[in-house]
């Protein structure tokens, strides 16, 4: 199979890095990539949403099956595009891909499925939504309504902060569209389940804990994620399950019977509230970094699988996981969030990967003079390591950080902490 990947980020290091391993792949493409990923595949340097494009270069080069990484070409419609020329592509289609495109789709669809999530309303008006949020009090939960990147939910523990967030998104349309969603605040335990879906089948692909806070302790603003571990000692198989059955299952059935099937990768964002778990939202996509510890756990060949998620003959898959632990600690370049310092170099790769169970993801890299590699993102490298428990993979996944010499780097210090106790 000729196989192209498009995004440039850790995630799809860790796609490329499973696919390039099956037996069944003869050429792994991705576009852009990174000077990681270029160890594994072949980059192209067309952008992840110029799929015109995409579409010319894998007709060209007869590519059987496209794999996206990240939201937003989906949510750009790639996969009609793809499907349109007759080309497979492991994605949901553009009506799908509203699961994550519009927070108000993914709330309505969760109650018209009787999904458990967070009470909500939705306002246009700005004063309403004033005076609403003085009735029910803080803390609540101020969203922006449609792809903010990551950037557009407030959980507001102050009037201030909520009147701010109203301020931002529907007077001044900070992120374009300038309605909100309010929701209730849950309280709990954040847990990331992702599951492989056919349209009408829900293969779990297993849950995984992100770390949001750029800093220490769950301090400081939120980052794509910091790091991640896999397996979530609070959310065993048996509770992994129940979640598939209430909250995967229902969206996907509901998504069939109204003609817009889901084929792809479904991440469901839960809360493990005191009334059992709830879903904050759906990502129709891997997350970054948990793909990199789900995948760093998959002992199956990944590629059969997704092909079969196109086909929709997931029925009769299993997948097989190690019973090992992974650990992702999150490099990324001083001043990420707000403004990360580019061109640094980094050095002690060789070092860092040569760490017993360790595999160096790279995501905002780029090749610089003489053979060296420079930061050239906000979140640069994840540090995946596996071992017997996550106490183990966390001490590897350290020693590996502790290889590096990148001055200019930083990661967070606790990542699988509080599991590892
Ligand atoms: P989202 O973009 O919807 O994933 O929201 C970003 C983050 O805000 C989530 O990962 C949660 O930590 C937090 N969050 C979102 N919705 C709620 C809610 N209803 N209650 C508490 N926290 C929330
Ligand atoms: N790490 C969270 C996400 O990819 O959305």
Known sequence: MKVLVVGSGGREHALCWAIANSPLLTKLWCAPGNPGIATTAECVAIDPLDIASLVAFAQDTAIDLVVPGPEAPLVAGITDAMEAAGIACCGPTKAAAQLE????????????????????ERFDDPDAARAFIRKRGVPIVIKADGLAAGKGVTVATTEDEAEAAITAIMDQK??????????????????SLFALCDGQTALLLGS??????????????????????????????????????AIIRPALHEMARRGTPFRGILFAGLMLTE?????????????????????????????????????????????RWTNQAAVAVVMAARGYPDAPEKGSIIKGLTEAAAVQGVTVFHAGTQA??????QAAGGRVLTICATAADVSRARTKAYTAVDALDWPEGFCRRDIAARAAE
């Open 368 to 373: 610089g003079p003489e053979g060296t590699i």
């Open 174 to 191: 900070t992120f374009g569209n300038p309605a909100i969603i309010v929701e209730e605040c849950l309280q709990g335990e954040e847990i």
């Open 101 to 120: 495109g519009s927070k108000t789709f993914t709330k309505e669809l969760a109650d018209a499925a009787s999904i458990p999530t967070a009470l909500w």
């Open 275 to 319: 009334d059992g778990a709830k879903l904050i939202e759906f990502n129709v996509r891997f997350g970054d970094p948990e793909c990199q510890v789900l995948l760093a756990r998959l002992q199956s060949d990944l590629l059969p699988a997704l092909q079969a998620a196109c086909d929709g003959e997931l029925g009769d898959f299993d997948l």
């Open 208 to 245: 995984a804990q992100d770390h949001k806070r750029v800093g220490d302790g769950d301090t400081g603003p939120n980052t794509g994620g910091m790091g991640a571990y896999s397996p979530v000692p609070s959310f065993p198989p048996r509770l992994e399950e129940a979640c598939l059955e």
